[in-house]
């Protein structure tokens, strides 16, 4: 079949008719709809280990249909030495320009490298929202003492956080809250309240 042969060259058939339908609905003006004939049948259903079983009633494949294929890139800051390294990591297309997203992703890096305390979870994350060009972050209290018991370099952790959300949200600066409070310190010289603006300073090209 068809399939197996696209299989047999390494490629996922659904991902490969995925890519077909946006390739020609993107380059084609007007065009809406695709049907993509298997031998002389028409193509009725995908099957991807990401994202199940697909059915297209009458062989109508839209772009809608396959939206949670699209992946984007984005960078997260991880530690190296004193200083921090851009790293370039794949995410869904909509998640790569969510704050939420790109958080939790910074949280999930290996430990050698990892530059915020482990164990952040989505519920710590109480509440994110962009005002103009800044960001406000408002954490659990739970990650704050977390962040208090941890022997991280919490200058590194803030600007990680920083830096990343800067550069993939486009905006200017960051604020953070703990508990829905603004706090000076959580055990360490930093001052976490008021205002982070990115600081290329401590990036390492």
């Not at 530059?115 to 800044?134: F, K, M, N, R």
């Amino acid at each position: 079949t068809q399939d197996s042969r696209i299989s047999a060259l390494g490629t996922d058939p659904a991902c490969t008719f995925a890519g077909i339908v946006y390739t020609l609905t993107t380059s084609v003006p007007a065009l809406e709809q695709v049907c993509i004939l298997m031998g002389e049948n028409a193509l009725t259903s995908l099957h991807h280990p990401a994202h199940g079983s697909q059915l297209f009633p009458g062989g109508i494949l839209t772009r809608q249909a396959f939206a949670a294929y699209l992946m984007a890139q984005a960078s997260v800051y991880h530690a190296e030495g004193e200083k921090l390294h851009a790293h370039t990591v794949s995410l869904p297309y909509r998640s790569a320009r969510s704050p939420r997203a790109l958080l939790l992703r910074l949280a999930d890096a290996p430990p050698e490298c990892a530059v915020l305390p482990a164990g952040l979870t989505d519920a710590d994350i109480l509440g994110l929202s962009i005002e103009g060009d800044t960001l406000l972050i408002n954490l659990s209290a739970r990650y704050a003492d977390m962040i208090r018991q941890s022997a991280m370099d919490q200058r590194l952790m803030a600007y990680a956080i920083v830096n990343t959300m800067c550069d993939g949200l486009q905006i200017r600066r960051v604020r953070f809250f703990f508990g829905s409070q603004s706090v000076d310190t959580l055990g360490g010289s930093l001052i976490w309240s008021g205002e982070f603006l990115r600081t290329p300073g401590l990036i390492i090209r």
